[in-house]
């Protein structure tokens, strides 16, 4: 699925995590057996913890209620969506493995163990270092950042692709931005039956939206310097 282009810097598998649960509008739980979806209901402090705002007849509520220690295990999941429409719109599946209690009529939530799930695998990650992890600066305005790039600069999208190296463009049907973080822009190279993702850094990570502004500019002044390269739209012998 992947494609040729190196790998530039990126986010480390904690910060990821954080990410995704500072991302994340919806989870869902397992605790005693039962399994519960909720949007909207959860919150994040600043060591990680989760806290959980459901109803009080819910099956949660019970199991925390009803545990033999008064502390229920429990796993809760986050899924990383890509805010574009793309296919396999899941970049990363988030578990959290832990103990729930009772915290002023809310559930908190203390992590015991954290696996990270990305197409290249799953990873654990360590709890202190969960813990001490910051989410990506960009995180929650990520999503308006990339449909807004996608819908209203498809012009940029397209010169960006100077930077790609030609075999990846090879048979491409479609190029979107698929992720941005404080290292750089993800592009997603479609073709008719299959997809690889390329990364472009940035000269140095952006901390806010008005440097990351200008990471792309220089991103794009590099690329109008390069050499023009059409998309190949037709059908490659091993894109199956």
Same mark, same amino acid.
């Given at each position: 699925m992947g494609d040729t282009q190196d790998w530039a810097a990126g986010p480390g598998a904690a910060e990821r995590a954080r990410s995704v649960l500072a991302a994340a509008w919806s989870c869902a739980v397992t605790a005693e057996g039962a399994r519960e979806e909720y949007i909207g209901a959860h919150s994040v402090t600043e060591d990680g913890g989760v806290l959980l705002d459901v109803p009080e007849d819910s099956a949660l509520h019970t199991a925390a209620l009803c545990a033999p220690r008064g502390e229920p295990s429990a796993v809760l999941e986050f899924a990383d969506v890509a805010p574009v429409p793309v296919r396999q719109r899941i970049r990363a599946r988030l578990w959290i493995a832990g103990w729930l209690s009772q915290d002023a009529g809310s559930l908190q939530f203390r992590p015991t163990?954290? =696996? #990270?799930?990305?197409?290249?695998?799953?990873? =654990?990650?360590?709890?202190?270092?969960?813990?001490?992890?910051?989410? %990506?600066?960009?995180?929650?305005?990520?999503?308006? #950042?990339?449909?807004? #790039?996608?819908?209203? !600069?498809?012009?940029?999208?397209?010169? #960006?692709?100077?930077? =790609?190296?030609?075999?990846?463009?090879?048979?491409? /049907?479609?190029? =979107?931005?698929?992720?941005?973080?404080?290292?750089?822009?993800?592009? *997603?190279?479609?073709? /008719?039956?299959? !997809?690889?993702?390329? *990364?472009?850094?940035?000269?140095?990570?952006? %901390?806010?939206?008005?440097?990351? /502004?200008?990471?792309?500019?220089?991103?794009l002044t590099q690329a109008a310097a390069a050499c023009p390269r059409a998309l190949q739209r037709h059908r490659a012998d091993g894109d199956r």
């Open positions: 163990r954290v =696996v #990270l799930r990305l197409p290249s695998g799953a990873q =654990v990650v360590g709890l202190e270092e969960f813990a001490a992890a910051r989410p %990506d600066p960009l995180a929650l305005a990520e999503a308006q #950042l990339l449909t807004h #790039l996608a819908d209203a !600069h498809p012009d940029a999208v397209e010169r #960006l692709t100077r930077l =790609v190296r030609p075999e990846s463009l090879h048979a491409a /049907t479609r190029v =979107v931005p698929v992720a941005v973080d404080r290292h750089g822009l993800t592009l *997603r190279i479609e073709r /008719t039956r299959a !997809h690889g993702d390329v *990364r472009l850094a940035f000269h140095t990570p952006a %901390d806010d939206v008005s440097q990351l /502004t200008e990471r792309m500019h220089a991103l």
